[in-house]
């Protein structure tokens, strides 16, 4: 069956401009993620959705960064006015029932976003 | 707060060569514990996780993994090394019942044929 899918798959933005981030996940699955992975180092988290409740934002890095799943299934981040420093790869992830029980997370391929 | 530590930023080994890349973590309670793979130009996937139980998990493709709680460690191991298990691996931790996971920086592991 089809995995996560994310769109775009790469993102080139001006300093300054918004951008968003589409995530598909899973059919069916309760819980998705969302992280970002700078160059050389392991995924961060950023936030947790269950269903339609973000119950987990805490890895947001400034209040630039939103993200929402409204109907409880595909999931959009935005970040408004990026900076350099927003360069990365953010991944989604979702997973088939409640998080924190041990159940597998299904990743997608990233979007890799550059500002210049 | 929990970390992840792993030791090694870059692993080289001959195929047939045996395999072992340490992961510690830092969490004072009940954890879930992963390992992911990424090979080249694919997604992250899960190698293997311990949730309960045995504390020898088995993964895909001949590798454990064993919890050990009192050291806090989670280290991957595999016999016999192929050239198709060139990747980078990441090892991850989340609380029992929370949401966010912590993962490590990685290790990218090169198998020479």
């Known amino acids: 069956g089809a995995g996560v899918s994310q769109s775009p798959r790469y993102k080139v933005a001006k300093r300054g401009q918004d951008v968003a981030l589409r995530c598909d996940p899973i059919?069916?699955?309760?819980?998705l993620f969302w992280y970002q992975q700078a160059l050389g180092q392991g995924p961060e988290f950023l936030t947790y959705?269950?269903?339609?409740?973000?119950?987990?934002k805490s890895g947001l890095p400034s209040d630039r960064f939103f993200a929402e799943r409204p109907e409880g299934s595909v999931s959009t981040l935005k970040i408004q006015r990026t900076q350099q420093e927003d360069s990365a790869v953010y991944l989604c992830?979702?997973?088939?029932?409640?998080?924190?029980?041990?159940?597998?997370?299904?990743f997608g391929p990233g979007t890799r976003l550059t500002v210049l | 707060a929990q970390s992840v530590s792993q030791h090694n930023h870059h692993v080289i080994l001959s195929e047939a060569a045996s395999l072992e890349l340490g992961c510690n973590y830092s969490y004072g309670g009940t954890v879930n514990l992963f390992w992911y793979v990424q090979y080249p130009g694919q997604h992250l996937q899960l190698l293997l996780k311990?949730?309960?139980?045995?504390?020898l998990v088995k993964g895909i493709k001949g590798f454990e993994a064993e919890f050990i709680k009192s050291k806090f460690s989670f280290n991957l191991r595999k016999p016999s090394v192929q050239w198709s298990d060139t990747a980078e691996y990441f090892c991850?931790?989340?609380?029992?019942?929370?949401?966010?996971?912590?993962f490590g920086d990685g290790t990218t592991l090169t198998v020479k044929p």
């Open positions: 991850a931790v989340n609380a029992t019942n929370a949401g966010k996971s912590t």
């Open positions: 059919s069916g699955h309760v819980s």
């Open positions: 959705f269950q269903n339609e409740a973000q119950l987990d």
């Open positions: 992830a979702s997973s088939l029932g409640l998080a924190g029980l041990g159940d597998t997370q299904y």
């Open positions: 311990y949730f309960s139980g045995d504390p």
